[in-house]
């Protein structure tokens, strides 16, 4: 099969041989006729199988035929997660549409809104944007929809676990109720089936992709190494190996600063990107590290959804990710588009539980390794990854049957303090008021008598 097979016209299918496809993924296989079918798709697809170029062709191929757009209006709107994967749509829009008569913009947060709002004003085809800056354009209109056709929802499960759920429900209702919409995910989660519910009717459903399979072209390691010689290993592993291109994830923004800075003191040429980078520094990092002039980029799973290298090598788990759905996203990176790929994760005595996790959810376990000419302080015994701990529950001490206990009276008398329950503020002055008066009877209050007159004798 071709993608001229597939209904897309000469000029599109000549800018897609320029680019070197001639052969259609399974997701595009499948999902460019569904969705020039004019229906609602709903496609389940990882990162790696091409699925950009599933919804964006067709989206091409129907426009083509279709007026131009008015001032400040759009006729296909694709909203992404973050700015990264935001960039890589609009550049995959950009070279498919090469050529034809098509405009498309790209918008999203952390930069000037007025330039953005200048590309608008004559209107676009193809509007690509982040749901935060899309509301932003809406609110100053700068934005209208009263000519969209088509709304594209893509990497929705991530979406949602970025809390963008309130966003996307308040653009939904701005837009006309005729439209085709096409959500595109990693999983059909329940999350996702129930926000498809209120935005989808009667879809064409499409899953190429195994529930929570990994891509076989990827081959994974783990090490069982100490915490602190994990950058000691990594750095041993990129010039031992001569490793050129290595993407590495790190879980939190400050671990990744810190081992940019530990890297470049072992001569080895990184950048981090993340959330609190600007997107001028976001996006110096990446074209350097595609270029070669950065070894090693350092990311958090945030932006991770929106890299797009081609041929990655490698992808190194620095810190295993609590999300063991993460986890396939991650190594996604490399072994793609058909080419090989090497994926290593470091994994420490505390990492035990979220390594079983991981392979119970790929279904498959991980080998281990050891890297010849590296040897660890304190190595992790391998044997020690290979089961999850089990902390046992403490059995519950059983209480001592006690009897019941005859009180002494005079022991109460000469301590009146021995009561089981806790006498508040007021009963604790009422009882020094009472033990004064047992040890010292001369300061005691004498009680006071009630006056009887005495009866008058006549």
């Known amino acids: 099969?071709?993608?001229?097979?597939?209904?897309?016209?000469?000029?599109?299918?000549?800018?897609?041989?320029?680019?070197?496809?001639?052969?259609p993924t399974p997701i595009q296989a499948q999902g460019i006729p569904a969705v020039l079918s004019g229906k609602d798709v709903m496609a389940a697809a990882q990162t790696g199988t091409g699925k950009t170029a599933a919804f964006t062709l067709p989206i091409i191929e129907q426009l083509l035929h279709q007026p131009r757009p008015h001032a400040n209006q759009a006729l296909a709107l694709v909203l992404a997660p973050t700015r990264e994967l935001a960039l890589q749509i609009a550049e995959n829009v950009e070279a498919y549409s090469q050529g034809t008569r098509l405009r498309s913009a790209v918008v999203y947060g952390g930069v000037k809104i007025n330039p953005q709002m200048m590309q608008l004003r004559k209107g676009v085809d193809i509007l690509i944007a982040t749901p935060g800056r899309l509301l932003d354009l809406y609110n100053q209109n700068a934005v209208k929809f009263n000519q969209l056709r088509t709304l594209v929802l893509d990497e929705a499960?991530?979406?949602?676990?970025?809390?963008?759920?309130?966003?996307?429900?308040?653009?939904?209702?701005?837009l006309p109720k005729t439209r085709q919409n096409l959500l595109f995910s990693a999983t059909f989660s329940e999350p996702i089936q129930a926000l498809a519910k209120g935005l989808i009717i009667d879809p064409i459903e499409i899953s190429v992709t195994p529930k929570n399979a990994a891509s076989k072209t990827v081959t994974q390691f783990v090490y069982g190494i100490d915490k602190a010689q994990k950058t000691k290993l990594l750095s041993h592993l990129i010039r031992s190996k001569n490793w050129q291109q290595v993407l590495v994830f790190c879980r939190t923004?400050?671990?990744?600063?810190?081992?940019?800075?530990?890297?470049e003191r072992d001569k080895i040429t990184g950048a981090a990107i993340h959330?609190?980078?600007?997107?001028?520094?976001?996006?110096?990092?990446?074209?350097?590290?595609?270029t070669g002039e950065i070894t090693v980029l350092v990311a958090t799973d945030i932006v991770a959804r929106g890299l797009d290298i081609a041929e990655l090598p490698h992808v190194v788990n620095y810190d295993l990710p609590n999300i063991?759905?993460?986890?396939?996203h991650r190594i996604g990176r490399t072994?793609?588009?058909?080419?090989?790929?090497?994926?290593?994760?470091?994994?420490?005595?505390?990492?035990?539980?979220?390594?079983?996790?991981?392979?119970?959810?790929?279904?498959?376990?991980?080998?281990?390794?050891?890297?010849?000419?590296?040897e660890p302080t304190h190595p992790v015994p391998e044997k020690a990854l290979d089961t999850r701990p089990v902390k046992a529950k403490k059995p519950k001490k059983a209480k001592p049957h006690q009897e019941h206990q005859p009180v002494d009276a005079n022991k109460r008398q000469q301590n009146p303090a021995t009561k089981k329950s806790k006498p508040n503020s007021a009963g604790k002055a009422q009882q020094q008021r009472v033990r004064s008066a047992i040890d010292n009877p001369t300061n005691a209050k004498p009680k006071r008598r009630r006056f009887k007159p005495k009866p008058t004798k006549i």
Do not use: W
């Open 157 to 174: 499960d991530r979406m949602l676990d970025m809390g963008f759920i309130h966003d996307i429900k308040k653009i939904i209702k701005y």
């Open 275 to 290: 959330g609190n980078k600007s997107q001028a520094a976001r996006v110096k990092a990446l074209n350097g590290f595609k």
């Open 335 to 374: 072994g793609r588009a058909g080419s090989d790929g090497v994926a290593v994760s470091f994994a420490t005595l505390d990492d035990a539980a979220d390594l079983y996790g991981i392979e119970r959810f790929i279904g498959a376990l991980i080998p281990r390794a050891q890297e010849p000419g590296f």
């Open 324 to 328: 063991y759905e993460d986890y396939v």
């Open 253 to 263: 923004k400050h671990g990744a600063n810190r081992l940019v800075t530990q890297l």
């Open 1 to 23: 099969m071709t993608f001229s097979d597939l209904g897309l016209s000469p000029e599109i299918v000549h800018c897609i041989t320029e680019k070197g496809y001639t052969t």
